[in-house]
């Protein structure tokens, strides 16, 4: 046999021997992943808060929910699993759960047991605002159209165009055909400059077919509670260094910005109130916003502010001892009894910024 073909021939053999003595290598299998992909709450008033740095998540509920009986709805990484406080397993929108307490949600990879823990937080609106926890009564005017104006960016008089800003608001309240802004008012009254004062905000209001009244603020629970019951809106005029501050940049109740001196006259309006653990809140716009938001919904700090009566009433009492009931376009003031009167006769005004 020729040398070539017999080495070729043997080269062969020792090939396909080497392949048939090759042992299987197992498949490359990579490691179960544990993530969490989506969580929430059924029912949550926001898309959850969640910090992948930290492993927290938190999500918000309405007042008086039983956080004793919650479901959850959830995605994982493919056969992954949740555990509740280490112990029972957790199926999406099908376990009833107890979350009044801070909860351990442990996501678990059934392919290599690694697992991960995520801290779970769930409050009530009234607690990420800062009020308490058991809503009592409460009631809001807002209207299916937004009509709350932030007075940065007012124009020349920015600064102090508190007036311009909360009588704007208050006549989109009353009309939702409105369409002016505050620099317009600020055009309107006082367009060389300065302090509004209170009855710059009647007039404007009355030229634009809204009738407000003044009443003396003698108990501001009682005569706010059925101004707003009577569904009238009320403007303050108060001094905002009275006012308590909250250092918390995430709750909504109370003062967001610093007031230095005495003398800080301002206008604010109130649309609602919320009583909650006892306490009785004004639900406010707050025109002095100024771009800053709140970190939850990302609204400005002066949309839906709530504010402690008790200091209010404080504030009132040094300033403008008085309230401005605003009406519907077109309609008139009626309250009844002795608690909530419509002042007869001159009032002496005062001005805010």
């Given at each position: ?97 107890d979350f009044s307490q801070n909860t ?205 009566a008790k200091f209010i009433k404080e ?39």
């Open positions: 046999m020729n040398y070539k073909i017999s080495r070729i021939i043997t080269l062969a053999l020792l090939l396909i021997l080497s392949f048939s003595c090759k042992k299987n290598e197992p498949a490359i299998i990579e490691d179960g992943k544990n993530e969490l992909l989506d969580f929430g709450i059924q029912g949550q008033l926001y898309p959850v808060l969640r910090n992948d740095v930290n492993k927290t998540l938190l999500s918000v509920i309405s007042a008086n929910t039983d956080k004793s009986r919650l479901k959850t709805f959830f995605n994982l990484s493919p056969e992954a699993s949740m555990l509740y406080n280490g112990a029972a397993s957790v199926a999406s929108n099908v376990s009833v759960l351990v949600l442990t996501i678990r990879s059934k392919l290599n047991k690694k697992s991960t823990n995520w801290i779970l937080t769930v409050k009530s609106e009234p607690e990420i605002l800062g009020m308490g926890t058991q809503l009592n009564s409460s009631k809001s005017l807002n209207r299916t159209f937004d009509f709350y104006w932030d007075q940065k960016g007012t124009g020349t008089y920015s600064g102090i165009n508190c007036g311009p800003t909360v009588t704007t608001m208050a006549a989109k309240w009353a009309d939702s055909t409105y369409s002016l802004v505050p620099q317009d008012a600020r055009n309107t009254i006082r367009s060389s400059g300065g302090w509004w004062y209170t009855n710059d905000i009647v007039n404007y209001l009355r030229l634009h077919n809204v009738n407000p009244q003044t009443i003396k603020l003698t108990d501001i629970k009682t005569n706010i509670k059925n101004c707003i019951d009577r569904n009238y809106l009320v403007i303050l005029c108060l001094d905002m260094f009275y006012v308590q501050i909250n250092l918390d940049d995430n709750q909504q109740t109370n003062k967001f910005y610093e007031t230095n001196n005495q003398g800080w006259g301002h206008f604010i309006l109130v649309k609602g109130y919320r009583e909650v653990d006892g306490e009785f809140y004004l639900e406010t716009y707050d025109p002095f916003s100024w771009d800053k938001t709140f970190f939850l919904n990302k609204e400005l700090k002066g949309k839906n502010r709530y504010y402690l504030a009132t009492d040094i300033w403008w001892p008085y309230a401005i009931v605003v009406p519907r376009k077109g309609g008139t003031v009626v309250l009844n009894g002795s608690d909530t009167r419509i002042v007869e006769g001159y009032v002496q005004p005062q001005k805010g910024f």
